[in-house]
């Protein structure tokens, strides 16, 4: 008998959706599984060396890819996760060792072999002292070349869990790495996990990630989202035949906890689940307990928790383990490399399309209130509408439209602090350039040198003082004659 387990939704990325069918493992409409081939990066300045390792890499069926600079390197590790990198030791913006050792730092599983056209016997001992693979020199045999990666790929962690649970996860920034460290330590047991953080952060790829780093990775993963519908829907997809006993003549459907069973469910947006079915969520929980739950919210469960609406142990039932995403805003670092990665998502068949330096720092710097999700509706945004290869700066800021701000740069913040300190200054002196040079703990010449830099005059401060003076007058005479 075929499973009647409704399909779940699988997000590829943010905004692409794709229905999943709910395959039985083991059974004869099971997917095949797909053999991925091991991913080797090469790093290399010059053009005709990296055509060339690409040719012997490519035929001998590894999945290759080229870039020219040690920061690109970096920056593309971090997106495709490669299991080896053959790197050069004379790069421009970077040596090679310097490369290996910043490589090994990151991620010290990551296998790194040195190729040179001018080796030392002191160089290859530094570099296997820094943890290379192998160093080889060039002309690199065919043989010799082959042989070394085959035994790197071998010694590699080239596995599910370990590689390619966190693939779709993009991100360079510390607090990712910490989050994703928490994630990793949480897919190694079944306890509930509860994914806080704001709209568009990514808590369900982060989600889909644990259970994809899990032992029940083979297992179904079902979602359900506890916004946008009533509350009968609700208690149907979650239960399968509604709780109350009602039956409308439809054909009854297996509800989501038990379609679940032995794989993992997501509540997403939990603290809008209706108070009875928070109730009967719990006790049901408690009958199925082969299901992993994690749940996610943007909303203070605390806070609705004292408003009364919603349980108390419910609460601490899913907060066994916590885990908040940082917003866009707290890593924008992520920035250049979310935006890479989603103009690989966003191209047609046609020419990828690319923004320019100042475009990128623009959106580097643009907040984001939408997070993630906003960033990637507007890069597809702009795939769509720009009819050149290059997006500018001037299109980008057009497609923000008037109401985007912009973080300050250090010294556009600098420069604001120091005309509002100098205003402060001068109006509480009220325009005495000594005392406020005293006050400020410069000489006054050096303080005169500061206000005709920002355009200040002492005198237009004097009248202030005045005004206030004559005020305080006011109020004293007042005080000593009410009436």
Not at 56 to 81: F, G, K, P, Q
Not at 151 to 156: L, M, N
Not at 308 to 326: D, H, K, S, V, W
């Amino acid at each position: 008998m075929k499973d009647k387990s409704p399909p779940s939704t699988m997000s590829l990325g943010f905004g692409i959706t794709q229905k999943l069918k709910a395959y039985k493992p083991g059974s004869e409409d099971s997917p095949p599984e797909v053999e991925r081939k091991a991913r080797i990066m090469v790093v290399d300045n010059d053009p005709e060396s990296r055509r060339f390792m690409n040719a012997r890499l490519s035929t001998a069926n590894y999945s290759v890819e080229l870039v020219e600079s040690a920061h690109a390197a970096l920056d593309a590790c971090v997106r495709s996760r490669p299991n080896l990198v053959v790197t050069d030791l004379h790069l421009e913006d970077m040596g090679g060792l310097a490369l290996l050792k910043e490589l090994k730092s990151r991620w010290p599983s990551l296998i790194v072999i040195i190729v040179t056209a001018h080796g030392t016997i002191a160089q290859a001992v530094e570099a296997t002292q820094s943890g290379a693979f192998g160093f080889l020199v060039k002309p690199v045999e065919k043989a010799e070349l082959l042989g070394q990666v085959e035994r790197a790929v071998a010694e590699s962690t080239f596995t599910l869990v370990e590689s390619d649970w966190r693939s779709q996860i993009v991100s360079r920034s510390q607090l990712m790495e910490d989050r994703l460290e928490l994630a990793n330590r949480a897919a190694c047991s079944d306890v509930p996990v509860l994914l806080t953080g704001e709209n568009g952060t990514g808590k369900e790829l982060l989600a889909r990630a644990i259970h994809a780093a899990s032992k029940r990775r083979d297992k179904l993963f079902v979602s359900v989202s506890c916004q946008n519908s009533t509350e009968e829907g609700l208690e149907t997809e979650l239960f399968g035949r509604r709780a109350d006993g009602f039956d409308d003549g439809a054909e009854s459907s297996t509800g989501a906890l038990e379609a679940a069973r032995g794989g993992t469910l997501l509540l997403d947006e939990i603290g809008d689940l209706p108070l009875r079915l928070q109730v009967e969520f719990m006790a049901a929980l408690n009958r199925n307990p082969g299901v992993r739950l994690i749940s996610t919210t943007s909303r203070d469960l605390k806070a609705l928790i004292e408003a009364g609406t919603f349980r108390q142990e419910l609460f601490y039932a899913i907060n066994i383990m916590p885990i908040e995403i940082p917003p866009l805003g707290r890593r924008r670092e992520d920035i250049p490399l979310l935006v890479s990665h989603f103009l690989e998502q966003a191209k047609d068949d046609g020419d990828a399309k690319i923004y320019s330096p100042e475009a990128i720092e623009l959106l580097a710097t643009t907040d984001w209130p939408g997070n993630v999700r906003q960033l990637f509706d507007l890069v597809k945004q702009n795939v769509a509408l720009s009819h050149g290869k290059v997006m500018t700066k001037e299109f980008v800021q057009k497609s923000l439209g008037k109401d985007s701000t912009s973080v300050p740069t250090y010294d556009e913040a600098r420069e604001e602090f120091a005309v509002a300190y100098l205003k402060t200054n001068l109006q509480t002196t009220a325009g005495n350039v000594m005392q406020s040079a005293r006050l400020a703990k410069r000489n006054r010449t050096d303080f005169y040198k500061l206000l005709a830099r920002y355009r200040l005059q002492p005198d237009d401060f004097k009248g202030n003082a005045g005004n206030r003076q004559d005020a305080r007058s006011g109020q004293k005479k007042q005080a000593a004659d009410p009436g």
